[in-house]
């Protein structure tokens, strides 16, 4: 079977790099899909392949229907002809062939898949994988690497119309990944994964579909990677491939459970209040925009209705109501320290140029500034 995929992935290369081939010619839009030319003529020349082989498959595309090649075929293959399209509209040789065969019978997801495929174009690289095999890459066994930290990874990262506050999570929070790469070819991007070229390949938002990455997530499990949604859980069976689902793929276990921690985590004032201090720290805060100048006012038990809490950070603040965060008990305003559910939270604060400076004396002390408008 893996020669067959090989044989149709030669194929289809041999037509992109020929004269046949015009990258902007369009063959139809579909479901607001748009198909270019050489999609379809790339996916004809692979259904041609799989009729004259006489094995029998459903063929599922997402370029056409799904059909059978044969009555009761004892296979079903996932197709992405060209991943990559927008690249070669635009002129960009980065783009490939992604096949996954798997028992007729059998749910479609990345465990199940018996054979692999993912090709690239235009260097003529194969990843591929047998079920219990192990993968391979250009023939030679490889393996996910072996990073485990988020400040060492080497991830691939799909931007495209994802949620902009999980990218700001692993590329602005400390730590930061420490390189992102995205190729416009997500099969090929999460197949890198599986030799260790990257560290992980993210894509949240349930945007991405099977067609891009069911063969290559098959050749990452059998490469030794860690395959999971962004929530941490496998994946749910596909069933169309209108359906999006995330993604996490990483070489290591470690790693994998590092960004699923950064998807879970809080940022702003409410990641600080739930993760405190280790250490004693100074902090500075910058005034508040609202009020121009920082605040000592009555903050106690009473009904104060408008108390503003800065989160202390070196970086940025936010300004929310301080009942939605933390009762507080009582506050000395006279540089003293201030007290949130009886524990004492900061010590030595003082009104500077600069901003407000405190002390944190505590682990789990909530580090904020509590102000009265």
């Not at 019978?105 to 018996?114: C, H, K, L, T």
Request: proline share 3%; glycine share 10%.
């Amino acid at each position: 079977m893996l020669e067959l995929l090989a044989k149709l992935f030669r194929q289809v290369r041999t037509y992109m790099l020929s004269e046949r081939f015009k990258r902007n010619q369009v063959y139809g839009q579909f479901a607001g899909h748009t198909t270019m030319v050489f999609d379809w003529e790339a996916e004809d020349i692979i259904i041609k392949g799989l009729t004259e082989s006489g094995l029998g498959f459903e063929v599922i595309s997402e370029e056409r229907p799904a059909f059978s090649t044969q009555p009761s075929p004892p296979y079903r293959i996932v197709i992405d002809p060209v991943d990559g399209s927008t690249n070669i509209m635009r002129g960009i040789t980065t783009a490939g062939v992604s096949l996954a065969v798997l028992p007729i019978d059998a749910p479609i997801s990345p465990e199940q898949v018996q054979w692999a495929l993912v090709g690239e174009l235009f260097s003529g690289t194969i990843y591929q994988a047998e079920r219990g095999s192990g993968a391979l890459c250009n023939g030679e066994r490889c393996h996910v690497s072996e990073t485990t930290r988020l400040q060492d990874c080497l991830a691939g990262v799909n931007f495209d119309g994802r949620d902009l506050e999980t990218l700001r999570k692993l590329i602005a929070v400390p730590p930061p990944l420490s390189k992102v790469r995205r190729t416009g070819s997500s099969a090929l991007d999460i197949v890198y994964v599986a030799s260790g070229a990257y560290d992980a390949y993210i894509d949240s938002g349930d945007v991405i579909t099977a067609e891009s990455f069911l063969a290559s997530l098959s050749i990452v499990l059998e490469a030794g990677g860690i395959v999971s949604d962004q929530h941490g859980k496998s994946l749910r069976h596909i069933t169309s491939l209108t359906e999006g689902f995330s993604l996490v793929a990483a070489g290591t276990r470690e790693l994998h459970e590092a960004i699923l921690a950064r998807f879970q985590s809080q940022t702003g004032l409410a990641g600080w209040l739930a993760r405190g201090q280790d250490s004693t720290e100074t902090a500075c805060l910058p005034h508040t925009k609202k009020h121009g100048v920082c605040h000592a006012g009555e903050i106690g038990r009473g009904g104060v209705s408008d108390i503003y809490i800065l989160a202390i950070t070196t970086s940025y603040y936010e300004e929310m109501a301080a009942r939605e965060i933390v009762p507080i008990a009582h506050a000395d305003n006279d540089g003293g320290a201030f007290v949130a559910d009886g524990d004492q939270v900061l010590q030595g604060t003082r009104v500077t140029e600069a901003g407000v400076e405190a002390k944190v004396v505590r682990r789990h002390a909530y580090t904020f500034i509590a102000q009265q408008s």
